[in-house]
């Protein structure tokens, strides 16, 4: 996770913030225009996030949540004013990135499947988010809004214009079921390791209830989008377990995802 030495206006933030933020050393840690991340290093450390007024609520919920379970960082604060912001504890550790794990891809693709398992198998019968009303939602209004990119998935799952797409999903969604606790969006960068430890879960914001595949989808291109290759696919499938992995869903993960 790059951070870059930045100074701020501490007024640009709300006064409850401004505790953690004076006299603090500021570093930005954004990794996407949506939102903008800083690492405030004074004790432990801490990210805030800043972005669109609304954006992060389900973020806070579900981090919240998935804190109880002991598997991501404690929220401190949560406020939507003029914009978003979203305050939580430094996770000890480096996400997966990081050149230690990215040298060693095997046992990378290991963990990170097996960690995976491991969260399909929690409990989720009091979480408080639905993933797959709002991600069948986000498939019809970007095809109405003629969004549409399948550049991402050709390497892999072979899927047609966007009225082939769109018909192709229409067709099968049906299969998709809300059946494990989601992540949401489980690439390397959102899964924290200390020392090869599970540290926590973080980017929660498309997570909740959902469909395995969604998860297993990502985990599978992120290995791909990282190392430039296919060849690591049957270390991740195998790790996560194949007799729960049905290809012909990934595919139709991959149809939606390219209506972003």
Same mark, same amino acid.
């Given at each position: ?8 206006? /501490? ?15 500021? #570093? ?36 919240? #949540? ?34 230690? #794990? ?44 003629? +969004?549409? *990119? ?8 072979? /899927?047609?214009?966007? *009225? ?15 059946? +494990? ?21 973080? *980017? ?48 139709? /993960? ?7």
């Amino acid at each position: 996770m790059e951070r870059k030495k930045v100074q701020i206006d /501490i007024n640009e933030y709300p006064e409850s913030f401004h505790e953690f933020l004076k006299d603090a050393t500021i #570093y930005d840690s954004s990794c996407s225009k949506e939102a903008r991340v800083i690492f405030i290093d004074e004790g432990d450390g801490y990210y805030l996030k800043k972005a669109v007024k609304g954006s992060l609520k389900t973020e806070a919920e579900l981090t919240a #949540y998935f804190h109880k379970k002991g598997l991501a960082t404690e929220v401190l604060a949560y406020e939507s004013a003029d914009f978003d912001y979203f305050l939580t504890r430094k996770v000890q550790g480096e996400d997966c990135v990081h050149h230690t #794990y990215l040298e060693n891809p095997k046992r990378l693709c290991e963990t990170t499947a097996t960690l995976l398992r491991k969260l399909h198998e929690e409990d989720f019968s009091d979480c408080p988010v639905d993933r797959m009303k709002t991600y069948f939602e986000t498939v019809e209004t970007n095809y109405r809004k003629e +969004v549409f *990119d399948n550049s991402l998935f050709t390497q892999k799952w072979q /899927i047609g214009n966007r *009225d082939e797409t769109k018909a192709f999903a229409d067709k099968n969604r049906h299969l998709l079921k809300s059946d +494990v606790l989601l992540h949401g969006d489980y690439c390397l960068p959102n899964i924290m390791l200390n020392n090869w430890e599970f540290s926590a879960f973080i *980017d929660l914001g498309n997570g909740g209830i959902g469909d395995r595949h969604i998860d297993l989808f990502w985990g599978i291109w992120t290995v791909y989008f990282n190392f430039k290759t296919n060849k690591y696919d049957d270390y991740f499938m195998d790790a996560y377990g194949r007799d729960k992995i049905d290809e012909e869903k990934l595919r139709l /993960i991959a149809a939606m995802e390219a209506f972003g």
